[in-house]
């Protein structure tokens, strides 16, 4: 069982950065994959990017590569989200989450595959 928490949300300009943060509390954490999601109003949830268990890999949406960096502290239960360069169409809820299975050494893009979800933090980009 993992247990998730986003922070770091809130309201920035266009230009801008934000990093989110999602703790985890659960002894498997570091055995996971992690996906980060967002949500924008009347859309479907959609894949941002995702980090290995132990780091070693990551994979990003076309939409964020080069804008958005992912990576993850084990030691602190915690993966962030370094969000640099935001666009108003990076408005959305993000969702931290935690793929099904452990010690899997690809990153899943679909919904279906990550188990554990939190409750997500909203990201607004003004322009």
């Known amino acids: 069982q993992v247990q998730l928490v986003e922070s770091g949300g809130g309201l920035v300009q266009a230009g801008g950065s934000l990093r989110l943060s999602c703790a985890a509390s659960g002894r498997t954490f570091s055995r996971h994959t992690m996906g980060w999601f967002r949500q924008a109003p009347g859309q479907e949830r959609e894949f941002v990017g995702g980090?290995?268990?132990?780091?070693?890999?990551?994979d990003y949406a076309d939409s964020v590569k080069g804008q958005f960096t992912i990576s993850r502290d084990n030691a602190k239960n915690t993966v962030y989200l370094q969000m640099n360069s935001l666009k108003p169409e990076d408005t959305a809820v993000y969702y931290c989450?935690?793929?099904?299975?452990?010690?899997?050494?690809?990153?899943?893009?679909?919904?279906?595959?990550?188990?554990?979800w939190g409750q997500g933090t909203q990201v607004t980009v003004s322009s």
């Open positions: 989450a935690a793929d099904v299975r452990r010690l899997a050494f690809t990153i899943a893009r679909m919904t279906a595959n990550y188990e554990y």
């Open positions: 980090i290995t268990w132990s780091g070693g890999s990551t």
